[in-house]
């Protein structure tokens, strides 16, 4: 079992690009869930999506988007990059829904800078 | 979402046990207390969570006060892959897949 899988590992991006993440399940998995964790922070959830469709979604701008595909990997989107979008960008998958207090898996993470 | 509080930071010696505190006062009868931890340059990993009894994993083991607004996550015998920051959580047992909120955690070091 791989695991959640995220690409790329790090990212450098220059002010007002857009820039895409992405990130695979855990098989058997179909909650994909994604965080922004800033230097020195805890993360900070950005939304979740189940069965293609957002679901939840945190205290983020509309910049902020992403997508599920029928596979059930996602990516994230963020347009006119802020150089305080630089952070540690995490995806974390759940197993199906329904089942209570279920352990979220976490990937290792893209590294995005923007100068 | 109830909120929690853990030490900034602790200290431990290596192969000695550690006890890591957390207090969640406003914690609700369907809250469930999770453990989650960080290795340096990795993503978060769950250690382990509860209702109201004391639980154990291979992992560590989860002491739960009896009006749970405190439990303790007790590493029983600390090694130097145990530096981490340790996140102490409150999950609705409604809801099984929902976010998770994160607070700073505490920065556990060992001491060789």
């Known amino acids: 079992d791989a695991g959640v899988t995220q690409s790329p590992t790090h990212l450098i991006k220059t002010r007002g690009q857009q820039v895409t993440l992405r990130c695979s399940p855990k098989?058997?998995?179909?909650?994909v869930s994604w965080y922004q964790q800033a230097l020195g922070q805890g993360p900070q959830f950005i939304f979740q999506y189940y069965e293609e469709e957002e679901r939840q979604r945190g205290n983020f701008p509309d910049r902020f988007s992403g997508h599920q595909f029928p596979n059930y990997s996602s990516e994230l989107n963020v347009n006119a990059l802020l150089l305080g979008d630089s952070a540690l960008y995490l995806c974390a998958s759940g197993p199906p829904s329904g089942k209570p207090i279920e352990t979220q898996y976490f990937g290792p993470g893209t590294r995005l800078l923007v100068l | 979402d109830a909120k929690t509080t853990q030490p900034n930071s602790m200290e431990s010696n290596e192969e000695e046990p550690v006890h890591l505190p957390c207090n969640h006062s406003?914690?609700?009868?369907?809250?469930?207390i999770h453990w989650y931890r960080q290795l340096p340059s990795q993503g978060p990993e769950y250690v382990i969570h509860g209702l109201t009894s004391n639980v154990n994993n291979r992992m560590a083991s989860l002491a739960i006060a009896e009006d749970r607004k405190s439990s303790t996550l007790i590493l029983h015998r600390a090694t130097l892959r145990d530096a981490a920051v340790y996140y102490c959580i409150l999950r609705d047992w409604n809801f099984g897949n929902e976010k998770l909120t994160f607070g700073t955690g505490t920065r556990l070091t060992i001491i060789p």
């Open positions: 406003t914690i609700s009868g369907t809250d469930y």
């Open positions: 098989s058997g998995h179909d909650t």
